[in-house]
């Protein structure tokens, strides 16, 4: 049996449009909520794709002062027909994020720059958690 080859698979069409996504992202962020204090953080992701119509995502981030790590998640951006993306995200804290109602997270890309804004809810509605602007490597 041959080994698999090392060059990467053709695009699938679903995701051709979102292919300015795909490799690895670095950059720095600000996290609040209104029960902590806010905080500064470093983040990457990266976007890859094996050829199917989704797009895998990593996404990892650490204290800017000592490196320490925080959070980190591992997913799936798979494009529906009607134009939306969903996002099944799992997370080491146990929760599995299925196009949620309760978490809001717009990316843009903007000179070159990658940025989002994550918002989640409290009691009084969505609020502002993170935010961050990323570099492609």
Sequence with gaps: MEAPSRQP???HPAIAPLSYFLGTWR???EGAYPTIS?????EELHFSHSGKPVIAYTQ??????SGEPMHAE???WRPKPDG?????IPQ???LVEVQVKEINRVFRLVD?????VVQIANLVGLKPHLKAVLKKL
């Design 9 to 11: 698979p053709p695009l």
């Design 27 to 29: 950059g720095q962020g």
């Design 38 to 42: 806010s905080f500064p953080y470093g």
């Design 60 to 65: 990892k981030t650490w204290k800017l002062n």
């Design 74 to 76: 591992n997913g799936y």
């Design 84 to 88: 939306s993306i969903e996002v099944v």
């Design 92 to 94: 080491s804290t146990g």
């Design 112 to 116: 070159r720059e990658l940025s989002y």
